[in-house]
Every structure is written in structure tokens, then in C-alpha cells.
């Protein structure tokens, strides 16, 4: 009986683990290379869709990332560094979102870009200090 119980609280975390299909920091992102010379990206979204963006920054130069969509859905920008935590995010309402980090050394960092209440063209920019 004890075995039963045992294999059924193992279980537990992992039906619940694919029934919520993942995290939002999961998502498998799209390296674009670095970030001093990203050049932008507009990104067709779906309603509850999400997309990553991988860039690489220099350390000590503050950059913003920011998205601006051309209809009012709820966009959300969220940073996460190399060992995925979380280290920004702007979960404001609407379709404009800003963040601004200095990098403490030389990283990749990714970011997740939800959108939500309807489909949307959100462009996704990136401006790093000089």
C-alpha cells in the first residue's frame, strides 16, 4: 500500500507539469545574436501566444527592451539571464512594455514576450547604451 501511495505522489508532479504545458521561461527561443546590433523585430501574435528572443550584451551597458503593439492587447516582457531567473519584466496592461538592465558581466539573456485579449503586431526593440 505504502508503494501505491508512493508512485502516486510521484506522479502527481508530473501530470501536472504536462497538463499545464510549462513555464513561459520553457519557451524555446530565437537567438538574433547581439544586442548592440539587433535592428528590431515586429512579430505577428496570436491571442495567449509567446515568443522568446535570445540576444547577447556586453557588460556594464545599461540597455531597454521594449514592445509596442498596434492594437490594445495586454503584452507581457519578461528577461531571464543565462541560469533562467527571472531578472526584469513589465506585466503592465496594454501592448507597451519597457525594461531596463545593466548587465554585471558579458551574457545572453532571453526574453519572453506574451500577448493576450486578441491578436496583435508587436514590434520588440532593443536599445543599448553608447
Not at 14 to 41: H, M, N, S, T, Y
Not at 58 to 71: L, M, N, R
Request: aromatic share 8%; hydrophobic share 40%.
Amino acid at each position: 500500500m505504502a508503494e501505491m501511495m508512493w508512485r502516486v505522489c510521484a506522479a502527481v508532479p508530473v501530470f501536472l507539469l504536462l497538463a499545464l504545458g510549462g513555464r513561459a521561461e520553457d519557451v524555446k527561443p530565437i537567438d538574433e545574436g547581439k544586442g548592440a546590433e539587433f535592428q528590431g523585430k515586429k512579430i505577428e501574435m496570436k491571442d495567449k501566444g509567446e515568443v522568446a528572443i535570445l540576444l547577447s550584451f556586453v557588460a556594464g551597458k545599461e540597455f531597454e527592451a521594449t514592445t509596442d503593439g498596434v492594437k490594445e492587447t495586454d503584452v507581457h516582457l519578461f528577461v531571464y539571464d543565462e541560469a533562467g531567473k527571472e531578472v526584469g519584466k513589465d506585466d503592465s496592461t496594454g501592448p507597451k512594455c519597457s525594461v531596463k538592465i545593466t548587465p554585471p558581466k558579458d551574457a545572453k539573456y532571453k526574453f519572453v514576450i506574451k500577448n493576450s485579449k486578441g491578436d496583435n503586431t508587436v514590434t520588440f526593440a532593443v536599445k543599448v547604451a553608447k
